[in-house]
């Protein structure tokens, strides 16, 4: 069974930019994260999807972020403009209800 | 403010040596995971602790619940190189957002030959 898929893998841009991930979730999984993990550190949540519905969005910088899960499956994130603060790990995961959850490789933003 | 503290922050030692790291927090959390990280890939679940006081032990790795659900311990024994890595630990909250996968702040071990 394929895990979670991320793309891309690497991305860098320059600041100001827009940048978009992709993340596709094990299938019939239907809670999906995006995390954002700085080198050496934990990841840290930036928004929580039941399905859908995006029901902890919290953290998530709402001024240049957006996420969207069309039809609960696949979800993007979108960073727009990019500042170099937002260098880091994008890491997807997606787990049925409270059960495990499974991470994806992660996309490596690097802002320039 | 973090959540979950892990300690401590970095650790270095030779293959062999019995190491233990910790996880705090002032929260009570439903569960407890441990998860080990490679350089370029996502973390991976080791185990998961939801009974207060409950030890697991996977090879040579001892997983430890606090009584109280607050805190929990990762023991390795007779460390070897391919243990090197970031662990990190992750609780769901007993209360409120109890979905939420939140982690602690990592322990970067390196296990030298």
């Known amino acids: 069974e394929a895990g979670v898929v991320q793309s891309p893998r690497y991305k860098i841009i320059e600041k100001k930019q827009p940048v978009a991930f992709w993340c596709n979730p094990i299938?019939?999984?239907?809670?999906l994260y995006w995390y954002l993990q700085n080198l050496g550190q934990g990841p840290e949540l930036l928004i929580r999807?039941?399905?859908?519905?995006?029901?902890?969005d919290s953290q998530l910088p709402k001024d240049r972020f957006s996420a969207e899960r069309l039809k609960g499956v696949d979800s993007t994130l979108k960073i727009q403009p990019a500042e170099l603060g937002d260098s880091a790990v994008y890491l997807c995961?997606?787990?049925?209800?409270?059960?495990?959850?499974?991470f994806g490789q992660g996309t490596r933003l690097t802002v320039v | 403010t973090q959540l979950l503290e892990q300690s401590p922050q970095f650790l270095s030692i030779q293959e062999g040596e019995n190491l233990t790291v910790y996880c705090n927090s002032s929260?009570?959390?439903?569960?407890l995971q441990w998860y080990r990280q490679e350089p370029g890939e996502g973390p991976v679940l080791l185990v998961t602790?939801?009974?207060?006081?409950e030890v697991k032990k996977l090879k040579r790795l001892t997983f430890q619940f606090g009584d109280a659900r607050k805190d929990s311990s990762l023991h390795i024994t007779a460390a070897q190189p391919g243990d090197t890595g970031l662990y990190l630990c992750?609780?769901?909250?007993?209360?409120?957002?109890?979905?939420?996968?939140?982690f602690g702040s990592g322990t970067q071990l390196t296990v030298l030959p």
């Open positions: 995961a997606s787990s049925l209800g409270t059960g495990q959850a499974f």
């Open positions: 299938s019939g999984h239907n809670t």
């Open positions: 999807y039941e399905n859908e519905e995006a029901v902890d």
């Open positions: 929260s009570v959390f439903s569960s």
């Open positions: 602790v939801v009974t207060g006081g």
């Open positions: 992750a609780g769901r909250i007993s209360s409120g957002s109890a979905r939420q996968l939140t």
